[in-house]
């Protein structure tokens, strides 16, 4: 899935970004543990991250752990720092 599938989607009340995707629904959630060994393998700190991403740095640590979902702006902008498609943040619960 491409950063531009995300365009027309919402967040639910569980945390799960909504999209629509060929005129279907898609469930995508950020996959916390992915994110964090891309920004790890980069040699990124989460300060840096902050900066690329212009998240807060506690919210970007709590996305890491899987205590909090992501809007999609913010799995996007994640996807963006770590230069990965979305598909590689992000859990397909379809």
Known sequence: ??????????????GLASAVV?????D????????????IARKMSLR????????DRGHLSRLER????ASDDTIR???HA???PVAAITHDDR
Not at 48 to 55: A, D, F, I, N, R
Not at 66 to 69: A, D, I, N, P, Y
């Open 1 to 14: 899935m491409t950063s531009s599938s995300l365009e027309s989607s919402h967040l639910r009340s569980d």
């Open 22 to 26: 060929g005129g279907y629904f898609r």
């Open 28 to 39: 995508v959630r950020p996959n916390g543990a992915a994110m964090r060994a891309l920004r």
């Open 48 to 55: 840096e991250m902050q900066v690329l991403t212009g998240l």
């Open 66 to 69: 899987g205590l909090v979902g």
């Open 77 to 79: 902008r994640c996807a």
């Open 82 to 84: 770590l230069d990965v």
